[in-house]
């Protein structure tokens, strides 16, 4: 379903990831992991296209990714957001509707009513009508899944969506990829978290400025690898 | 009763009796429809922190006034296109230099306004003429034909808000994200901004561009103390800025009070009101009541306690495998990264 070759991506003259390749097939929950620096975000955003990239290509189904980015959820980490921003949750949750209506369309019914069942999927139907600042972390991060789901996208790409829920609330994110996945979706998701979490990924992509190994879970979590990406500084990335 | 009936319609005829002069109406249809631009626009900078930027554009547009004035174009075309040059050249100095942004908009600011200051004292000096009034406005004094076209201009920058509603909403919110699903979130904040530019053209000889900012701001950041949703902090900040445009102007019609300071002034009283007695008025504590107003909101305090709909205690967790890193990245609520070990009782909210 999508397809990344030969992406190369620096920041001033500092190269951050290098000759990245590999696919992710349908029906595949792929967990991105690899230490701080290593270009974990900087891959979502360039398959996005919000960081430049200097070469490669990114397909999805068969297409260069900008030409169907309404086939595509991106959930960015959640500091780069104004959490003051006047928006209830029901608001944030809607606006998942706007990438794929036309200027000037005011939601249809069927929209209206995508997005409440994607509130109630994340379990925030009696907070829909809170501002999305007087959330917890936790809930904050269910509402931009809602949001993902109003999309109705085919790829999912989340950056760091465990950062700052607590474990229910970790429990029922899986729980919503794994359905996602099972309903034939793709994952992308970006991991710090060595921990349980891993366990319920089919794939997993190791990166350190390029990719150290890439492959079903259990063949690519090794020690080896995990070595290669983790252990010594973190040089020229 | 008699007198009450006596000190109201004397109180009626305060409002009314002016508005005997064709001046006068031309005055108030022109506070009305400044009052609601400026408050429409206004509140897209409140939300996106950009007053600065809307300050940097309203102060941009004198040379291009000056420049209109000396080769005899239409003024409001020429303030128009000195503000979209005064944004385009921001962009371009964020963009292709490390000049951090306050700092950028801090040269371009006072480039544009010094060069105009000195046109016009070049211009008012040979040609006796006043420009003062497009400086620190006039609503008094404003004629017919720039009224229809202050209304002109109020008209396409409304419809242009009310097209774009959903998707000036997405940039404003999250522009990353925004721009992820697709969006062209430079061309629409570029659209934003020429609107500023064209809500500041349209003000100035009601408030004058020196002030156009107190009318932009000040209202929507009144009401963004009282409301959780863009739409009504828009419809409360309208409100707001006509109800200080109109008084202001009658202010300055009975004390003979230069317009555009005392419009300024109503709106800032009215903020002072609402920064003092809103707490009272919601029930919340003043600090997170005026939280809102420096982005950081105490999340108990903000509308009562936010009730925790997890349980509290986290179901056992198998003990990481041995050898392999077992930390985690917290963000705690202020939003600050820490390591923690990845613990069954290590539940963070």
Redesign the interface.
């Known amino acids: 379903m999508l397809s990344v070759r030969d992406l190369n991506v620096s920041y001033g003259l500092r190269p951050a990831l290098e000759r990245v390749s590999f696919g992710v097939e349908a029906g595949r929950l792929v967990g991105v992991v690899g230490p701080n620096g290593a270009g974990k975000s900087t891959l979502v955003k360039a398959i ?3 960081v430049p990239r200097r070469s490669g290509a990114v397909l999805l189904e068969g297409e260069p990714l ?1 030409k169907v ?2 086939r ?1 959820a ?3 980490q ?11 949750v029901r ?2 949750v809607a ?1 998942g509707c ?2 794929r ?1 036309g ?2 369309a005011r939601p249809a019914r069927a929209d209206r009513a995508r997005v409440e069942a994607a509130i109630e999927r994340v ?1 925030l139907t ?2 829909a009508h ?2 999305i ?7 904050q991060q269910r509402a931009f899944i809602a949001r993902a789901l109003v ?1 109705q996208a085919r790829l999912f790409l989340f950056d ?1 969506p ?8 970790e ?1 029922a994110i899986l729980g919503i990829f794994e359905q996602l996945r099972d309903a034939g979706c793709a994952l992308l998701i970006v991991n ?5 979490v891993v366990r319920r990924y089919d794939d997993l992509l190791i990166l350190r400025g390029e990719v150290v190994a890439y492959g079903p879970r259990e063949d690519v979590f090794t ?1 080896a690898n ?1 070595n290669r990406a ?1 252990l010594g500084p973190v040089a020229a990335v | 009763m008699q007198e009450l009936w006596q000190s109201l319609v004397g109180f009626v005829n305060l409002w009314v009796e002016p508005l005997g002069y064709e001046f006068m109406v031309r005055a108030l249809i022109s506070a009305v429809l400044v009052g609601s631009l400026c408050a429409v626009m206004g509140s897209y900078l409140v939300v996106r922190r950009l007053s600065l930027l809307g300050l940097v554009v309203s102060n941009s547009v004198v040379p291009g006034i000056a420049v209109a004035f000396l080769l005899y174009v239409n003024i409001f075309v020429g303030g128009f296109i000195s503000g979209i040059l005064a944004t385009v050249g921001l962009g371009w100095l964020q963009g292709k230099t490390r000049i951090k942004e306050d700092a950028a908009m801090g040269v371009v600011l006072s480039t544009f306004f010094g060069l105009g200051i000195l046109l016009i004292t070049k211009i008012q000096a040979e040609r006796k003429v006043n420009l003062n009034n497009f400086l620190f406005g006039n609503i008094l004094g404003i004629n017919a034909s720039d009224l229809i076209t202050s209304a002109g201009i109020a008209a396409v920058v409304l419809l242009a808000v009310w097209a774009l509603y959903k998707e000036f909403l997405l940039l404003s919110f999250d522009a990353q994200w925004a721009a992820a699903a697709g969006l062209p979130t430079r061309a629409l904040h570029y659209a934003m901004m020429a609107l500023t530019a064209l809500t500041v053209v349209a003000s100035m000889q009601a408030v004058g561009v020196a002030l156009t900012i107190a009318l932009m701001v000040i209202p929507a950041a009144t009401a963004s103390l009282l409301t959780n949703r863009l739409a009504t902090m828009m419809g409360l900040s309208v409100g707001l800025g006509v109800t200080s445009s109109v008084v202001g102007l009658y202010l300055s019609y009975y004390l003979n009070l230069s317009s555009g300071p005392t419009i300024t002034l109503v709106s800032a009283l009215l903020f002072a009101a609402v920064v003092l007695a809103g707490p009272l008025l919601l029930k919340v504590p003043t600090g997170s009541f005026l939280g809102r107003l420096k982005g950081m909101v105490v999340l108990e305090g903000a509308s009562g306690a936010v009730p925790p709909s997890e349980p509290a205690t986290p179901a056992p967790q198998p003990a990481a495998p041995a050898g392999k890193p077992a930390m985690r990245i917290v963000r705690d609520s202020d939003g600050r990264l820490s390591l923690q070990p990845d613990q069954p009782s290590g539940v963070e909210r």
Do not use: C, K
């Not at chain 1, 465990?162 to 609330?169: I, L």
């Not at chain 1, 710090?192 to 349980?196: E, M, R, S, Y």
């Open positions: 996005m296209g919000v900008e980015r309404e595509v991106y959930i960015p959640r500091a780069g957001i104004d959490w003051d921003f006047p928006a209830l608001e944030v606006m706007v990438p209506m200027w000037l379990g009696d907070l809170r501002r600042g007087e959330l917890s972390g936790g809930q999309q760091e465990f950062a700052g829920v607590d474990q229910y609330t429990r710090h978290d060595l921990g349980d020690q995990l983790y």
